[in-house]
């Protein structure tokens, strides 16, 4: 073996909806020696990133790299997208679509809201309705609903979105991203926004976002951008292959190689596995008499919300679980005890879920 596959028994592994399993190589990545944010050296890894990058969201438009999670990047999209006294429409089907649109209201912009249940995916429908009843400066929409296990139609969603010119499209592809179909620029999304510790498997710390041109246009036309957050300035210091302030160099260094494996795995490659595991995870839930949240047909490659149809009690199953040198996340907000999570994404492999689904099995059946 090599030193790729550690004793699986020396860590907790994590089958979370993020953060997810790191490999070692990419863990020791970080471990290499500083160099200055100015330096060379710096410039030559940061351009060397660009084109993995834009491969990994399948754009021709330059991708920005901040320093944040990629909550930090909602910010980024709604105050550099949306011009004051204009709307913004979001589409909200779970905790992570509502606090988007909470995150444009903290930043002043008038927010219409468009709904689907929890479990439900918004339709295109709904989304053409709601554009042709009002003009909208943007729309935000959530690719991959991680509290639900909702994967949106966002390919479709984007085809009536560019029925209008003036509104874009912008998108939360954080647990998405490497783990589900995503032709950022064939669909035509304007910011396409993403962390590292999802479906990339990389550490937190560091966030992704593929910015179109018009998106980049419409950011000149609005006023008290902020700073951190600025696509205008990110695009001054991206163009000398910098960052303006001091970037997470480690995890810079951490994602060189990552985004090699991605790349060398390939994005369909990549695709198929996560729909394999989501599969396997889906039809282990039913025939244990489980149910499953998300509607049939919109459910997410990359999570699974597993309905706790049979009442079991999800301290005692992480408990074991955690004997068993593995974790996977409680319902989300609301839906706590009536639902669990199993993430099955980034590097984890049908074998790695077969593994877990034993283990729960095994707790089923009294430990
Ligand atoms: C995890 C997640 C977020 C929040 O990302 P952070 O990196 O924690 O800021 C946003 N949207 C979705 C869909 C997520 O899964």
Redesign the pocket.
């Known amino acids: 073996m090599s030193q790729d596959k550690p004793d699986q028994n020396d860590h907790i592994r994590l089958f979370l ?2 953060p997810v399993e790191v490999r070692p190589e990419v863990l020791r990545a970080q471990a290499g020696w500083m160099v200055g944010h100015r330096s060379a050296e710096f410039r030559a890894l940061f351009a060397r990133l660009q084109p993995k990058l834009r491969a990994l969201f399948q754009t021709q438009h330059r991708v920005y790299v901040s320093t ?5 990047l ?1 910010e980024a999209a709604s105050r550099c997208c949306v011009r004051p006294g204009r709307p913004v429409l979001h589409l909200v089907n779970g905790a ?2 509502a ?2 649109a909470e995150v444009s209201q903290a930043n002043g912009k008038e927010v219409d809201v468009i709904e689907a249940a929890w479990g439900r995916a918004i339709t295109p429908e709904q989304v053409e309705e709601a554009l042709r009843a009002r003009a909208y400066d943007a729309v935000a929409a ?5 509290s639900t296990g909702v994967l949106n139609p966002l390919g479709a969603i984007a085809a009536v979105v560019r029925q209008h010119p003036d509104t874009l499209l912008l998108a ?1 592809v ?2 998405a991203l490497a783990g589900a179909p995503l032709p950022t620029d064939a669909w035509g999304i304007d910011v396409c926004l993403a ?4 479906a990339v498997a990389l550490p ?1 710390g560091v ?1 992704f976002a593929a910015v179109s041109d018009r998106a980049l246009a419409r950011a000149a036309e609005v006023p008290n951008r902020g700073y951190y957050f600025d696509f205008l300035v990110l695009e001054k210091y991206l163009q000398r292959d910098q960052t303006p302030a001091t970037p997470p160099i480690s995890l810079l260094f951490a994602a060189d190689v990552q985004l090699d494996a991605i790349l060398a795995e390939g994005l369909e490659a990549r695709v198929a596995r996560h729909q394999a595991m989501a599969q396997s995870v889906q039809a282990w839930a039913l025939g244990a008499g489980f149910g499953l949240f998300a509607e049939d047909g919109y459910r997410s490659p990359t999570v699974t919300t597993v309905a706790n149809t049979r009442g079991i009690d999800f301290a005692a199953l992480d408990a074991y679980l955690r004997t068993r040198g593995m974790a996977i996340s409680n319902g989300y907000g609301k839906l706590k005890g009536q639902t669990f999570r199993i993430g099955h994404m980034g590097e984890v492999t049908p074998a790695d879920v077969q593994t877990l689904l034993d283990a729960i099995d095994a707790f089923l059946a009294g430990g």
């Open positions: 909806p993020g944040s999670s990629g909550s930090g909602w992570f679509s606090r988007w959530t690719y991959n609903e991680t939360d954080v647990s962390s590292s510790q999802k937190p966030a």
